[in-house]
Structure formats: C-alpha cells, structure tokens
C-alpha cells in the first residue's frame, strides 16, 4: 500500500515543480507518534544503503595518513586533510566547525581517531559525523563507493527525521524504491513499526510539501 502512495505522491511532485536551471533534490520527512524520545534507548542513528544512486555528489572528506593519502585522492574524496593540517585545524575552532557542515561523511585512519575526537570531536558528534575509522593497510575506495549511495538517518529530540533520497531527475521508480528503503528501514527500529509512522511527505527543493496519504 505504501509504495503505490509514495508513487502518487512523487508524480504530482514532479507535475508541480517547473523546470529549474539546477537539478532539484528530492527530501523524505516523517513524523512520528507515540515515541517517548525523552528516553535515550527511542532514540537512534543509523546508514541506510538506497538501491539507486542519489545522482548528485555526496561530499566525503578522508583525514589520512600514509597510503591513505594517495588511495583517497585517486577513489575521488572531496577532501582529504593529513596530519599537519588537522594538527592546524584543531588550533582554529571556526575552521572546524566549517568543516563539519561542508562535508557528508568523514573517514580516518585509525591511529588519528584519537586527535580528530579531542580536535573535532564536538563539532562531528552531534552531527553524527564522527569518521569512519580505517586500518592502515585497509583499502579506501569500497568504503568511499558505499557512502556514494548511503545516507544518514537520524532521529533525535524532535519526532521528525529529514533524508535527501533522490533527484528529480530520477526515474519516479528509482525515487520509489529509495524512499520505501528508507521507511522500511525506519519501521524495522521502531518499536510499533509503521504505527509509530503519523505523516509521511515528499519534497523537491523549490516545490511544495506532498503529503504521502
């Protein structure tokens, strides 16, 4: 049932959002009922893997040592900062807190997970950025694949979570399939599963909320 809504709701966002000069993101909002997010163990964060590609950039910054350096750049990392510059970062507080919120998804090396939590620690965390950390000789490049079609799902204080799913230059059935992974998911961590669920809207960037009924 909830697939053929989605559907619905995603071709009249489609038919109501005129053509713009850039390609237009595609937003999921749920909210929630009956949670009692006062309690910690209601609360949750968590990656969701979509099955189609978000076709736009997702933004991933490696903070590297050694062959990381060199495996980062050539796997397409958005940034990659090595010891020295995060040594110099963790002395400017406003540079850091920009870095948190210019990036998607953080990956280390291992060994510098210790500094990057005393440096960076309190700008990523709330954030739910905290990097992934690497061994040394592990490869980068799967992981820096799979964030390319993963997005972070976090829900918090406030009964709504907020997820790009798609663009709107999508096929509305690869738009289908990632935002049904994404409820999917969802239910699958509350503990009355859909009945938790109260609304459920798709967005585009410029256009008008749609109410999925």
């Known amino acids: 049932m909830v697939e053929q809504e989605l559907k619905i709701a995603i071709e009249k966002m489609k038919k109501d959002s005129p053509a713009r000069k ?5 937003d999921i909002a749920i909210n929630f009922k009956d949670i009692n997010l006062q309690d910690p163990s209601k609360r949750f964060q968590m990656d969701v893997r979509l099955p189609h590609p978000l076709e736009k950039d997702v933004k991933i910054c490696v903070l590297g040592e050694g062959s990381h350096l060199v495996d980062a750049e050539s796997a397409g990392a958005a940034r ?14 406003k540079i850091a807190k920009k870095l948190a919120q210019q990036y998607d998804f953080f990956i280390a090396t291992a060994s510098l997970m210790p500094t990057i939590g005393r440096s960076l620690g309190k700008f ?16 980068i490049k799967p992981l820096i694949n799979d964030f390319q079609t993963t997005i972070q799902i976090r ?7 907020h997820a790009r799913i798609a663009t709107i230059a999508m096929e509305n059935d690869s738009i289908v399939e990632n935002a049904l992974t994404v409820v999917r998911n969802i239910e699958n961590r509350l503990e009355k599963g859909e009945n938790n669920i109260r609304t459920i809207y798709i967005k585009s960037t410029m256009g008008p909320a749609i109410k999925v009924k």
């Open 22 to 26: 850039f390609v237009e993101s595609v």
């Open 80 to 93: 990659i900062i090595n010891k020295d510059e995060l040594d110099n970062i963790s002395r400017e507080p």
């Open 124 to 139: 990523l965390g709330p954030r739910g950025k905290m990097p992934r950390p690497l061994p040394p000789t592990a490869p």
């Open 155 to 161: 829900l918090r204080q406030s009964p709504v979570i």
